[in-house]
């Protein structure tokens, strides 16, 4: 089974903090994604890297990075936390496509949920 | 633009019954995956079946099957036997054809179907 673990279940920080988000997957997955997720506007992609030390901007990068120095581990920095961060995160991993036309299925970790007072 | 339309905010479905999720989907692209995930109130997002565009055979998957109608666009999502461990939001979502411009990243989602199993 694919496994995906993010460091945290809950996290509270404060304004202006720099906060890590770490995410682990098990499958040797070449993809690995962040979300965040907020009441009525659904999953938004943050950022996206399908190799190690690749980065795509996904939809809303303004305000985090991201770094990947192993295949397995993709973190997610906010580097001055604001309150308009606050939200559930979300990490995910897929295989890259093996020459179709189309990704394969994204598998899901647990979720963080910040709090940023 | 690709879209994703799930019209059914929440709904109510008795334990042991069967229920259908509606999802529409927008795209002209010629292939794309469909995907379905389960979404319970911990807040991981469980993946659940998946349908290819030239998929000629509808996907099954136990007790989730997805109601492939390509000419419609759309791609329901049936779940039989309902249990009380199914209450959850559902979403559906769409990855775009990477041949053509879609990114590894775009997943398209929609905004999810609450679900509640009475019992």
């Known amino acids: 089974d694919v496994k995906v673990t993010q460091s945290s279940r809950y996290l509270v920080k404060r304004t202006g903090e720099k906060v890590f988000l770490e995410c682990v997957q098990d499958m040797d997955h070449e993809n690995m994604f962040w979300y965040r997720q907020d009441p009525g506007l659904g999953l938004r992609l943050i950022y996206f890297s399908y190799d190690v030390k690749m980065k795509e901007k996904g939809d809303i ?26 939200s559930m995160y979300l990490c995910a991993s897929s295989v890259s496509g093996t020459g179709g036309a189309y990704q394969e299925t994204q598998y899901f970790g647990p979720g963080t949920r910040l709090l940023v007072l | ?62 007790r989730y099957s997805l109601n492939f109608q390509k000419a419609r666009k759309s791609a329901n999502l049936v779940i039989s036997a309902s249990q009380l461990g199914d209450s959850a939001m559902y979403f559906c979502a769409m990855s775009p054809d990477l041949n053509y411009g879609g990114s590894q990243g775009n997943l398209i989602f929609g905004k999810g179907t609450k679900l509640s199993v009475k019992p």
């Not at chain 2, 994703?4 to 010629?30: H, N, R, W």
């Not at chain 2, 319970?40 to 055979?57: A, H, R, T």
Request: charged share 25%; proline share 3%.
């Open chain 1, 61 to 86: 990068p303004e305000g985090y990075s991201v770094s990947r120095e192993k295949k397995e581990r993709f973190s997610l920095i906010l580097e001055s936390a604001s309150t308009n961060q606050t």
């Open chain 2, 1 to 62: 633009a690709q879209k994703i339309t799930q019209t059914q905010p929440g709904m109510f479905v008795q334990e042991k019954e069967a229920v259908t999720l509606d999802c529409t989907y927008d795209t002209s692209d010629q292939s794309y995956g469909l995907f379905w995930y389960k979404q319970p109130s911990s807040g991981e997002m469980i993946f659940l079946i998946y349908q290819g565009s030239y998929d000629e055979q509808n996907a099954t998957e136990g």
